[in-house]
């Protein structure tokens, strides 16, 4: 099996209200479409194709050569971004995997997962679901007698249904994440209807699912065992609680990794930081960008450390060290700052 991964990321982000594009915004330490790239750069056999707009000069800046590119001229929905693919995705893998660009802490374990169970069962769709909050916008997941996928349905499409209350009680969401049978996807693809959306015409790409059943074909949903990686980023609200995920997320990786972390709640880590077996980091500190903290050691409160390299030992409490190296067994006073230098000695900084 060979997998191709589409990222959707055509979308500017008005809901953000900003002049950046939604997916540029940093989150987690880097902006957010990085997240989820290098995700699907680890998981793809060909490099991730990405789906853009007009003016994604500053996206293919950031990444360039490692993705390739697909413009969406006409923002005529999810379905259509897909369609843009076809002529650079047909015929060359057996597997496809679409992911939205602004889901940063969706996870290479989970496509692998999706990509397996496609590859086992011979669906035509294996999609990512989630069980949460019945008055979410997500759509629902509508499953037959047999517990298959037989339907994702819209809240809107919902509400128009003779039983709304039903199908807005159903608790499996939809993700937003699919593995299609490549074959059977750009067979399929350019068929899709096209809707009557708030902002226009669109082609749906959740229409594919009722394509298949349709078909009599086989579609499968894999549930998520970890909420926070289904979490979008549409908006600055939203950016904050993919934020707190993140920490959340570094913060149980270290814990468990043998770090102490006096108060999560108040320490800020990035997703790249290292940090070394037995060290203690205090309430207030930052830890930015790729720096890499040894054993032993004792950060904050109150410190910054970005982009920095701390030995083995040391003892670094209310100060700020920005691309800076500091040697094993050295102690820095409070309220240093240190930019662009690499320290020596293993005593009390001057």
């Given at each position: 099996m060979?997998?191709?991964?589409i990222?959707?990321?055509a979308?500017?982000?008005?809901?953000?209200?900003?002049?950046?594009q939604k997916?540029?915004?940093?989150?987690?330490g880097k902006?957010?479409?990085?997240?989820?790239f290098?995700?699907a750069e680890?998981?793809?056999d060909?490099?991730?194709?990405?789906?853009?707009g007009a003016?994604?000069?500053?996206?293919q800046?950031?990444l360039?050569?490692?993705a390739?590119?697909?413009?969406?001229a006409?923002?005529?929905?999810?379905?259509?971004?897909?369609?843009?693919a076809?002529?650079?995705?047909?015929?060359?893998?057996?597997q496809v995997i679409?992911?939205y660009?602004?889901?940063?802490?969706?996870k290479?374990e989970?496509?692998?997962?999706?990509?397996?169970?496609?590859?086992?069962?011979?669906?035509a769709i294996?999609?990512l679901s989630?069980m949460?909050?019945?008055?979410?916008?997500?759509?629902r997941v509508?499953?037959?007698?047999?517990?298959?996928?037989?339907?994702?349905?819209?809240v809107a499409?919902?509400?128009?249904?003779?039983?709304?209350?039903?199908?807005?009680?159903?608790p499996?969401?939809?993700?937003g994440?699919?593995?299609?049978?490549a074959?059977?996807?750009?067979?399929?693809i350019?068929n899709?209807p096209i809707?009557q959306?708030?902002?226009g015409?669109e082609?749906?790409?959740?229409?594919?699912?009722?394509?298949?059943v349709s078909q009599?074909?086989?579609?499968?949903?894999l549930?998520?065992?970890?909420?926070?990686e289904?979490?979008?980023?549409?908006?600055?609200a939203?950016?904050?609680?993919?934020?707190?995920a993140?920490?959340r997320?570094?913060?149980?990786?270290?814990?468990?990794?043998?770090?102490?972390i006096?108060?999560?709640?108040?320490c800020?880590?990035?997703?790249?930081v290292i940090?070394?077996q037995?060290?203690?980091?205090?309430?207030?500190?930052?830890?930015q960008?790729?720096?890499?903290v040894?054993?032993?050691?004792?950060?904050?409160p109150?410190?910054?450390?970005?982009?920095a390299?701390?030995?083995d030992?040391?003892?670094?409490?209310?100060a700020?060290?920005?691309?800076a190296t500091v040697?094993?067994g050295?102690?820095?006073k409070?309220?240093?700052?240190?930019?662009?230098?690499?320290l020596?000695?293993?005593?009390?900084?001057?």
């Amino acid at each position: 099996m060979t997998l191709s991964i589409i990222l959707l990321a055509a979308g500017h982000g008005t809901r953000m209200n900003s002049k950046t594009q939604k997916i540029l915004h940093a989150v987690g330490g880097k902006p957010m479409i990085m997240h989820l790239f290098e995700a699907a750069e680890a998981t793809a056999d060909k490099r991730p194709l990405l789906i853009v707009g007009a003016g994604a000069d500053a996206l293919q800046n950031l990444l360039g050569d490692r993705a390739d590119y697909a413009v969406q001229a006409e923002k005529l929905g999810t379905g259509h971004a897909v369609m843009m693919a076809k002529p650079h995705q047909q015929g060359g893998s057996s597997q496809v995997i679409v992911a939205y660009g602004d889901m940063p802490l969706l996870k290479a374990e989970t496509m692998r997962r999706l990509a397996d169970q496609q590859a086992k069962s011979g669906a035509a769709i294996v999609m990512l679901s989630l069980m949460g909050d019945p008055d979410t916008s997500f759509g629902r997941v509508v499953r037959d007698e047999n517990g298959r996928v037989s339907e994702i349905i819209e809240v809107a499409e919902a509400k128009r249904r003779p039983n709304p209350a039903d199908y807005l009680s159903i608790p499996e969401l939809n993700a937003g994440v699919y593995c299609f049978d490549a074959d059977w996807l750009w067979d399929n693809i350019n068929n899709l209807p096209i809707r009557q959306a708030r902002s226009g015409q669109e082609y749906y790409l959740t229409d594919m699912v009722e394509t298949a059943v349709s078909q009599e074909k086989l579609v499968e949903a894999l549930i998520s065992d970890d909420a926070d990686e289904c979490l979008g980023a549409g908006t600055r609200a939203e950016m904050v609680d993919v934020e707190k995920a993140f920490r959340r997320r570094a913060n149980g990786r270290l814990l468990a990794q043998g770090v102490t972390i006096v108060d999560p709640d108040n320490c800020y880590i990035d997703q790249d930081v290292i940090v070394g077996q037995d060290t203690v980091i205090w309430p207030g500190t930052y830890l930015q960008g790729k720096t890499a903290v040894g054993k032993n050691c004792s950060i904050g409160p109150n410190t910054v450390l970005n982009n920095a390299t701390i030995g083995d030992g040391c003892t670094i409490a209310q100060a700020s060290i920005t691309r800076a190296t500091v040697p094993t067994g050295m102690t820095i006073k409070p309220f240093t700052t240190i930019n662009n230098e690499q320290l020596t000695g293993s005593s009390d900084n001057p």
